[in-house]
């Protein structure tokens, strides 16, 4: 069973960053993805990046490429998202979240962390 932790957000200006922060703990030899999510109010959750875990490759939401980064410290099992250049429609709850197959599925879900874009 694998527990994600998510840190680091908060309320930021627009143009500002904020670095996300997940912490995986708990059979975390079976992770072969994780990404971060994001939802709005009244929105759906909706994808934002992707890391394989093993090899390092990404994928972008076409709404925050060139904006954000994701990257991973396998030796931590930390996944970090880098968000610069931030909206105000970036405003969300961020959640974590790992996969053990290549799959759409997504096994595992940090509780969220807020990030308030202000205009």
């Known amino acids: 069973q694998v527990q994600l932790v998510e840190s680091g957000g908060g309320l930021v200006q627009a143009g500002g960053s904020l670095r996300l922060s997940c912490a995986a703990s708990?059979?975390?030899?079976?992770?072969?993805?994780m990404g971060w999510f994001r939802q709005a109010p009244g929105l759906e959750r909706e994808v934002v990046a992707i890391?394989?875990?093993?090899?390092?490759?990404?994928y972008y939401a076409d709404s925050v490429k060139g904006r954000f980064t994701i990257s991973r410290d396998s030796a931590k099992n930390i996944v970090l998202l880098q968000m610069n250049s931030l909206k105000p429609e970036d405003t969300a709850v961020y959640y974590c979240?790992?996969?053990?197959?290549?799959?759409?599925?997504?096994?595992?879900w940090g509780q969220g962390t807020q990030v308030t874009v202000s205009s």
């Open positions: 979240a790992a996969g053990q197959s290549p799959t759409l599925v997504w096994d595992y």
């Open positions: 708990g059979g975390t030899y079976s992770i072969y993805k």
């Open positions: 890391i394989r875990w093993s090899v390092g490759t990404t």
